[in-house]
Each structure stands twice: as structure tokens, then as C-alpha cells.
């Protein structure tokens, strides 16, 4: 076991006896999820109006927000990575929620990037402007490979569970 799982295992309490009745694990596992995700759309809206609605203060609290939302994903997706099941072969990703919480990830960061830059730039938003024109194709560019690797993988997963499947079969012979 890596240091990474066994940390996570340690913050999340799993070697709790709680787990071991499976009922109670499947139970607390799905409140588990309906919380995390109150969590992300409970951050992402606030993070979203904060620095429109509370100024420089609400753009800093903001992207305090954004990073500890972008890192708690990252360790979800991680710790299930390090445990075998990678999300993005095994989710759709082309749903109406996705885009919505990718437009709220835009406001959020891109709300604070605004009023900071009003606020510390001296009025100036020509560097903003200049980031937007650098960003947007970089970005555009990252969403093509993400999508091509996420095919990629899918393809492979497919694969291997075929792989398996006949395995079976040839050892049922």
C-alpha cells in the first residue's frame, strides 16, 4: 500500500470496525458522496458570486476556495486511481452537470482574476486580455488531448475486460 492510500485511508477513518457490516458501508459510503458533492456545488456557487458580490475580499476568499476544491478532486480521483478504478474510463463525462460545474469553475477563478487585476493592476485588464488570447487555446488544446486520453483509456478498459472475459472462457473449457 502506497503512502499516498495509506494517508488517505488514515484522514478518512476507513479502518474504522464501522465498515466491516457491509450495509452500513454501502449506506455511509453514499452519504458520503451526496455530501463531498453538496460540498464542490456549495464551494463552486459561492466561489462563482463571491467577487462579484464581496469586492477583492470575495475574490481572495474565492480563489482560497477554487484551489481547495481543485485539490480535494485531485485526491478523490487519486486515491480512486491508486485503488484501481479510474473515473474518466468509467463515467460519461459529456453530461449537463459537467458543464455546468465547468462554468462555475470559470467564474469562480476567472471572477478573482477580474477583480484582483482591477484592483492590483492598476485599473489596466490588457494583461487579462492578453492571458485570455494565450489561455484560450491552451485550453482548447488541453480539453483536445483530455478527450483523446479519455477515449484512449476507455478503449483500453474495454479491451482488457474483453481480455478477461475470454480468459474465463478458455479456463471454464
Known amino acids: 500500500m502506497s503512502a499516498f492510500v495509506r494517508a488517505a485511508r ?9 465498515y466491516a457490516d457491509e450495509l452500513q458501508r454501502d449506506i455511509w459510503n453514499e452519504a458520503s458522496a451526496v455530501g463531498f458533492q453538496s460540498l464542490l456545488w456549495i464551494g463552486l456557487i459561492a466561489g462563482a458570486i ?21 485539490v480535494v478532486a485531485y485526491v478523490v480521483i487519486g486515491y480512486a486511481r491508486a485503488r484501481g ?13 459537467i458543464a455546468v ?3 462555475l469553475f ?11 487585476l482591477a484592483r492590483y493592476g492598476d485599473g489596466n485588464l490588457g494583461s487579462l486580455w492578453i492571458g485570455v488570447a ?8 488541453a480539453a483536445v488531448i483530455g ?8 478503449r483500453e ?7 478477461a472475459e475470454l480468459q474465463g472462457f478458455e479456463e471454464t473449457d
Open 10 to 18: 488514515f484522514v478518512g477513518d476507513l479502518d474504522d470496525e464501522f
Open 50 to 70: 463571491l467577487p462579484f458580490a464581496a469586492g477583492v475580499t470575495g475574490a481572495w476568499v474565492a480563489l482560497g476556495i477554487y484551489v481547495a476544491l481543485i
Open 85 to 97: 478504478i479510474d473515473m474518466y474510463t468509467v463515467q460519461e463525462l459529456r453530461r449537463a452537470r
Open 101 to 103: 460545474a465547468s462554468a
Open 106 to 116: 470559470v467564474l469562480c477563478g476567472g471572477g478573482a482574476a477580474i477583480r484582483l
Open 134 to 141: 494565450v489561455g484560450a487555446p491552451l485550453g482548447f488544446a
Open 147 to 154: 478527450v483523446k486520453a479519455h477515449q484512449r483509456r476507455r
Open 157 to 163: 478498459a474495454e479491451l482488457a475486460a474483453e481480455k
